[in-house]
């Protein structure tokens, strides 16, 4: 079965959201950047900026999503979310709730190919894509030192989504000229987190017949 953990981790230029499974990938479920109530990360702050406690700024859940989905460990600060301010004057903290979901997980080294398949009657439903390097062991055999030691430029992709979701097999070049260029010089690796899923899709009451969606009838 798939828990959720939740993290919360006060506004400061030093403090780290970390978030990790130690089976599976994470699946970011709600994120809350702003201030729901005058208690969390309230202590040695003044009345005044704890007030405001109906707090939130858009987009923050897709902003996680986006750096976290798919891996198994994540770390960010709440300075990711600092494009814009949901409630000037208010100290805010980041409130994010996440499980850790059974995926495969597929790597492959810069200039390789990158093949995801499932069994026939399933399709691919990819939970997280990303292209650069976030460690200086993965994909570095005979790699010299200079090319493996940035280790913070691993970009979030949508490519390996947009080509493979749906299909039973799929394969993806791990490649600057498919994904850009996130850290020049350095040996770069595709990570793919994905899930194989029935074609029979329960929340529509439709099954995938080739290329046409044929209503189920229900019994």
């Not at 040695?44 to 405001?52: G, I």
């Amino acid at each position: 079965s798939v828990f959720s953990q939740r993290v919360i981790t006060c506004d400061d230029s030093d403090n780290v959201q970390h978030l990790s499974c130690e089976t599976g990938v994470i699946a970011v479920q709600s994120v809350l950047y702003g201030r729901e109530d005058r208690e969390t990360c309230s202590e040695f702050r003044p009345d005044n900026q704890l007030t405001n406690t109906k707090c939130s700024q858009k987009g923050s859940l897709d902003t996680l999503k986006a750096r976290c989905d798919g891996k198994k460990v994540c770390e960010v600060n709440a300075g990711v979310f600092h494009t814009s301010d949901p409630c000037y004057g208010i100290y805010k903290y980041v409130d994010t709730t996440y499980s850790c979901f059974p995926a495969v997980r597929t790597v492959a080294c810069e200039q390789s190919l990158l093949n995801l398949q499932c069994d026939e009657g399933q399709i691919i439903s990819v939970i997280g894509a990303f292209y650069g390097r976030s460690d200086p062991t993965t994909c570095s055999f005979q790699r010299p030192a200079a090319q493996v030691q940035k280790t913070d430029c691993l970009r979030p992709s949508g490519e390996v989504a947009a080509s493979c979701n749906g299909k039973t097999s799929c394969s993806v070049k791990a490649s600057n000229s498919v994904f850009g260029d996130p850290c020049v010089g350095t040996y770069k690796y595709l990570e793919v987190a994905h899930t194989c899923e029935s074609e029979w899709d329960k929340t529509t009451g439709f099954y995938c017949d080739g290329d046409k969606e044929v209503a189920f009838p229900f019994i």
